[in-house]
């Protein structure tokens, strides 16, 4: 099982900016994808920004030029900068991992971390 713990998030002011951590630990082979969704109040849960093993990032069109998202390979952990952060970022974000436990694995898998709270006040 692959296991994903969020740190960060919390309360900021409209136009600060926050970071979110997410280290992934236990049987782990590779990790072709490392991510952050979120779920707004009442809405489904989307995707933020991705980053793949080689380092080919994916940004949701409302948060480019505004979010950065990194991954070290070697410790399995993926980091998201939010800047210049809005009232519509207040949401729930989720650690997100696409990958293989072992090498004898014939499919990916996804996994989730369990979430952290992202309040942005006006």
């Known amino acids: 099982q692959v296991h994903l713990v969020e740190v960060g998030g919390g309360s900021v002011q409209a136009g600060g900016s926050m970071r979110l951590s997410c280290a992934a630990s236990?049987?782990?082979?590779?990790?072709?994808?490392l991510g952050w969704y979120r779920q707004l109040p009442g809405k489904q849960r989307e995707q933020v920004a991705t980053?793949?093993?080689?380092?080919?990032?994916n940004y949701q069109g409302s948060v480019e030029g505004r979010f950065t998202v990194s991954r070290d390979n070697r410790k399995n952990t993926v980091d998201l900068y939010m800047y210049a952060l809005k009232p519509e970022d207040t949401a729930v974000y989720y650690c997100?991992?696409?990958?293989?436990?072992?090498?004898?694995?014939?499919?990916?898998?996804?996994?989730w971390g369990p979430g952290t709270q992202v309040t942005v006040s006006s």
């Open positions: 236990g049987s782990i082979f590779r990790l072709n994808t």
């Open positions: 980053v793949t093993i080689r380092g080919v990032t």
């Open positions: 997100y991992a696409y990958g293989y436990q072992s090498a004898s694995d014939s499919r990916a898998s996804e996994y």
